[in-house]
């Protein structure tokens, strides 16, 4: 879809057609240029490959179930998410952004490599567990 001034907006939604939720990536004219590739995995995730000259730079969209939702829900999508990580050199710059519903607390014990002495919260919560466990590794 394209946007004012050279915009472009990268679309990862429902594959049963309706127009409601999804994830997005906005990239500029020089981005679209340098875009290798990208894939629309669901209406939670969605991977971008970039050419620069320090490397591939892979942007990856990410929209976590909350908290609330059924542990199959939550399954799957930590589960395309890991499959997108694998997938990913590991030399190649990761920009994994997003909202993965997930409370960290304030403790980081286990889960230094993912995560400083700052969080917020009292405690972690069960999102925040997936999230420390797949990053930390």
Known sequence: MNLEDGVSLLISGRRDG????????????????????????DERLLHARLKSKHGNINKLVCYAPTNNAPDDMKDDFYGKLQDALGRIARLEILLCTGDFNAV??????????????????????????????????
């Open 18 to 41: 309706l127009r409601y939720q999804g994830v997005g990536l906005a990239v500029s004219r020089n981005a679209k240029k340098a875009l290798n590739e990208w894939e629309p995995t």
């Open 104 to 137: 960290l607390g304030r403790s980081n014990e286990e889960f230094e490599k993912c995560m400083g002495k700052l969080g917020a919260g009292s405690r972690m919560k069960e999102n925040g567990i997936r999230f420390g466990v797949l990053f930390s590794k």
